[in-house]
């Protein structure tokens, strides 16, 4: 659930360094604005209609916030706790909110927040942990609702030498920590579809949400780190510092 994460942080880093090559509908912030953060968070409010369908205009395609497909999560956490989500669709994601964005432009260091108010999702997952006294297994559909995501975000970068003496830029830090407000989780066939207790596990599960969920975060956070830092640094490998980071 909480990779929807991926898309909208790397989208609001895109612009951070505008460094992917955008169309005309977003607003580049040079190195040298006087405010670059407010600039920023500006550019974002702006573009964040486009997002739902993910059409930026000018021919621009990005992956649609509505729903966000996701796919091949998998989170393990010793031996009494192992997780994998398939084929999830995450309504919600496009009513993102970025804020406390602070840019460090000389030094390459970038913090921001991203809050999503409420994610609804439905897929599949296959589970095995223990919460409490309770060994809980099962395998089949998912369904929940997350309320007050959020994820702070923290990346920093170095310039590196280039092709023909260029200086490019390239990320070895990121840093992401999440936090759910509240969740309400529904897992069908658990302990092979004994209706019993399974309704037992359902139970157990959402009357200690906050544990099942700490128990999943800092698979996800782990997981969310090394993807976004190996796309970002992807997307860098053909723009210079320059080019990210024009004159006014």
């Given at each position: 659930?909480?990779?929807?994460?991926?898309?909208?942080?790397?989208?609001?880093?895109?612009?951070?360094?505008?460094?992917?090559?955008?169309?005309?509908?977003?607003?580049?912030?040079?190195?040298?604005?006087?405010?670059?953060?407010?600039?920023?968070?500006?550019?974002?409010?702006?573009?964040?209609?486009?997002?739902?369908?993910?059409?930026?205009?000018?021919?621009?395609?990005?992956?649609?916030?509505?729903?966000?497909?996701?796919?091949?999560?998998?989170?393990?956490?010793?031996?009494?706790?192992?997780?994998?989500?398939?084929?999830?669709?995450?309504?919600?994601?496009?009513?993102?909110?970025?804020?406390?964005?602070k840019s460090d432009i000389?030094?390459?260091?970038?913090?921001?927040?991203?809050?999503?108010?409420?994610?609804?999702?439905?897929?599949?997952?296959?589970?095995?942990?223990?919460?409490?006294?309770?060994?809980?297994?099962?395998?089949g559909p998912?369904?929940?609702?997350?309320?007050?995501?959020?994820?702070?975000?923290?990346?920093?970068?170095?310039?590196?030498?280039?092709?023909?003496?260029?200086?490019?830029?390239?990320?070895?830090?990121?840093?992401?920590?999440?936090?759910?407000?509240?969740?309400?989780?529904?897992?069908?066939?658990?302990?092979?579809?004994?209706?019993?207790?399974?309704?037992?596990?359902?139970?157990?599960?959402?009357?200690?949400?906050?544990?099942?969920?700490?128990?999943?975060?800092?698979?996800?956070?782990?997981?969310?780190?090394?993807?976004?830092?190996?796309?970002?640094?992807?997307?860098?490998?053909?723009?210079?510092?320059?080019?990210?980071?024009?004159?006014?």
């Amino acid at each position: 659930m909480f990779s929807n994460l991926i898309g909208i942080c790397i989208f609001a880093l895109c612009i951070v360094e505008s460094m992917c090559r955008l169309p005309s509908t977003i607003k580049i912030c040079p190195r040298n604005t006087p405010n670059p953060s407010q600039c920023i968070l500006n550019a974002i409010t702006d573009l964040r209609p486009r997002l739902a369908n993910g059409d930026l205009g000018d021919g621009v395609k990005t992956v649609s916030l509505e729903p966000l497909a996701l796919d091949n999560i998998s989170v393990k956490r010793g031996p009494e706790f192992s997780a994998t989500f398939n084929n999830l669709l995450v309504n919600g994601p496009s009513n993102f909110v970025v804020s406390n964005l602070k840019s460090d432009i000389p030094n390459l260091k970038f913090n921001f927040t991203v809050h999503l108010p409420k994610l609804t999702f439905a897929g599949k997952y296959s589970l095995k942990m223990r919460l409490l006294l309770l060994n809980i297994q099962g395998r089949g559909p998912i369904s929940g609702v997350l309320e007050n995501t959020r994820a702070n975000v923290r990346i920093i970068g170095k310039l590196v030498p280039g092709k023909n003496g260029l200086k490019y830029v390239k990320f070895g830090n990121l840093q992401i920590k999440v936090s759910v407000g509240g969740a309400k989780f529904r897992l069908e066939n658990l302990f092979n579809g004994d209706r019993t207790l399974g309704e037992i596990g359902n139970t157990v599960i959402n009357e200690n949400a906050q544990l099942f969920l700490e128990e999943m975060i800092p698979g996800f956070e782990k997981s969310l780190s090394k993807t976004f830092l190996e796309i970002a640094n992807d997307i860098l490998t053909e723009v210079t510092y320059d080019e990210m980071f024009p004159e006014a």
